[in-house]
């Protein structure tokens, strides 16, 4: 599990780190989605010699029409909960 932080100013102007359990980067890789913004992938989906690489939101939204063209997505959960430790 790999977490991610983010720092937010609440109304009352006090700085919070919040802290929160994603899926692993997959190393060298983006979003093949997201184009040349450079986001990290964290889904790889396969078929054949074929493979995609998703961050969390893209592989989400795709998840449906992937598995229906016959693509299987690593790690298989792609839920909310995937990164939360079970």
């Keep these: ?4 932080t983010v ?3 609440p109304a009352n102007g006090e700085e919070k780190e919040v802290f929160t359990p994603t899926v692993p980067e997959i190393s060298g890789e ?3 989605a ?3 913004s450079a ?3 964290r889904y790889q989906a396969t078929k054949g010699d074929n493979s995609l690489f ?3 939101h ?7 029409k992937l598995k229906g063209d016959g693509f299987s997505i690593f790690p298989e959960d ?3 909960d995937a990164a939360v430790a079970k």
């Design 1 to 4: 599990m790999s977490v991610s």
């Design 7 to 9: 720092t937010t100013k």
């Design 30 to 32: 983006v979003c093949d």
């Design 34 to 36: 997201c184009g040349s």
């Design 39 to 41: 986001v990290a992938a």
């Design 54 to 56: 998703f961050c969390a």
């Design 58 to 64: 893209h592989v989400r939204a795709f998840e449906s």
């Design 78 to 80: 792609v839920s909310y």
